[in-house]
């Protein structure tokens, strides 16, 4: 049996209030969480939760659609960064060990909506359901409002100059992720996970989770596997292998999964995960911040392009389905 993991619970209502003072604490205190166990929990966002539960609430409506409509959100490739991505299409934890049994969960995900049309491709909204696509956008504005927020905070906690992130986020990488983890109605395979152990490979990640059973767990620094608590209308931030190599490894990229229910559970074991990831612009160069370098502490990392670094951790390398299956 596992216990709960120590996540700090962290306010950002100095944000709205302008008090200085409370801005600093509440950077140092997102910081100190982040070099310690590599999340952090986060209330008084500014983010309205009832636009977090509409969109859960119309995802979860997605998902409950028969198998061929969810499909014609899918690319021709399954192993693209967005689309639908069907059930067994994935195994995250390939991304560490190699050849993995697949992760029981499905998703819908969706790039920044800015750069739709951009280079001849552009999301894959459902047709017939305009309330997702609204309410998905409208989500984006709000997630990407928070994630500004959450960078100004780290250049206080790193002790970088006002605006010094700025130039690499003009053209921010915002991914959009809605998990679905249906119930097991079979066992699942020996070794088998709803989503396996992995580390996030870009910057932030703000994530809104539910209290179903067989959720979010981390692995602390003695190999430990602990729960992260749900607490209602806060956002779970965790750091990127990116942000962790930006920072020297000063804030950790730690390696969480999300675990199966018990076979004994009571009522209903589906989950669903929203899940906004965040990242510097992918034409950036990525060089050890310079406050993470000391002669103590020189740098471990050489400069590395955001977009190819992306690239090579991201999802072809762990998208067993390679091409979109016959619809039934």
């Given at each position: 049996?596992?216990?709960q993991?120590?996540?700090?619970?962290?306010?950002?209502?100095?944000?709205?209030?302008?008090?200085?003072?409370?801005?600093?604490?509440?950077?140092?205190?997102?910081?100190?969480?982040?070099?310690?166990?590599?999340?952090?929990?986060?209330?008084?966002?500014?983010?309205?939760?009832?636009?977090?539960?509409?969109?859960?609430?119309l995802?979860?409506?997605?998902?409950?659609?028969?198998?061929?409509?969810?499909?014609?959100?899918?690319?021709?490739?399954?192993?693209?960064?967005?689309?639908?991505?069907?059930l067994?299409?994935?195994?995250?934890?390939?991304?560490?060990?190699?050849?993995?049994?697949?992760?029981?969960?499905?998703?819908?995900?969706?790039?920044?909506?800015?750069?739709?049309?951009?280079?001849?491709?552009?999301?894959?909204?459902?047709?017939?359901?305009?309330?997702?696509?609204?309410?998905?956008?409208?989500?984006?504005?709000s997630?990407?409002?928070?994630?500004?927020?959450?960078?100004?905070m780290?250049?206080?906690?790193?002790?970088?100059?006002?605006?010094?992130?700025?130039?690499?986020?003009?053209?921010?990488?915002?991914?959009?992720?809605?998990?679905?983890?249906p119930?097991?109605?079979?066992?699942?395979?020996?070794?088998?996970?709803?989503?396996?152990?992995?580390?996030?490979?870009?910057?932030?990640?703000?994530?809104?989770?539910?209290?179903?059973?067989?959720?979010?767990?981390?692995?602390d620094?003695?190999g430990?596997?602990?729960?992260?608590?749900?607490?209602?209308?806060?956002?779970?931030?965790?750091?990127?292998?990116?942000?962790?190599?930006?920072?020297?490894?000063?804030?950790?990229?730690?390696?969480?999964?999300?675990?199966?229910?018990?076979?004994?559970?009571?009522?209903?074991?589906?989950?669903?995960s929203?899940?906004?990831?965040?990242?510097?612009?992918k034409?950036?160069?990525?060089?050890?911040?310079?406050?993470?370098?000391?002669?103590?502490?020189?740098?471990?990392?050489?400069?590395?392009?955001?977009?190819?670094?992306?690239?090579a951790?991201?999802?072809?390398?762990?998208?067993?389905?390679?091409?979109?299956?016959?619809?039934?």
């Amino acid at each position: 049996m596992t216990t709960q993991a120590d996540i700090p619970v962290v306010s950002l209502a100095a944000w709205t209030t302008g008090d200085h003072n409370g801005i600093e604490r509440t950077a140092r205190a997102f910081g100190e969480a982040l070099e310690t166990i590599g999340f952090v929990t986060v209330v008084d966002h500014g983010v309205e939760i009832g636009e977090v539960q509409a969109l859960y609430g119309l995802a979860k409506t997605f998902f409950r659609r028969p198998e061929p409509q969810k499909l014609e959100c899918m690319l021709p490739e399954v192993a693209k960064p967005y689309g639908y991505i069907p059930l067994g299409a994935e195994s995250v934890a390939a991304t560490l060990r190699g050849e993995e049994a697949p992760d029981l969960c499905e998703a819908l995900v969706f790039r920044r909506p800015e750069l739709d049309g951009r280079d001849g491709r552009s999301n894959l909204w459902p047709r017939d359901f305009p309330e997702l696509k609204s309410t998905a956008l409208g989500y984006f504005r709000s997630a990407s409002g928070l994630a500004k927020k959450l960078y100004a905070m780290s250049e206080i906690a790193l002790d970088l100059p006002p605006g010094y992130l700025d130039p690499y986020f003009r053209e921010p990488s915002y991914t959009l992720r809605l998990v679905n983890y249906p119930e097991q109605e079979k066992p699942p395979v020996p070794g088998q996970l709803r989503y396996g152990a992995h580390h996030d490979y870009g910057g932030l990640t703000i994530l809104y989770q539910d209290d179903a059973p067989g959720g979010l767990q981390v692995c602390d620094r003695s190999g430990a596997w602990r729960d992260v608590p749900h607490r209602p209308g806060a956002f779970i931030i965790n750091v990127g292998d990116l942000m962790s190599r930006w920072t020297n490894e000063r804030w950790r990229s730690t390696l969480h999964r999300v675990v199966n229910p018990p076979r004994d559970a009571q009522g209903s074991s589906q989950r669903l995960s929203v899940v906004f990831f965040t990242g510097p612009d992918k034409s950036s160069t990525i060089s050890v911040l310079p406050s993470c370098v000391s002669d103590a502490m020189p740098a471990k990392f050489e400069p590395v392009n955001a977009g190819e670094y992306g690239r090579a951790k991201g999802l072809a390398s762990h998208t067993l389905t390679k091409t979109k299956p016959a619809a039934a």
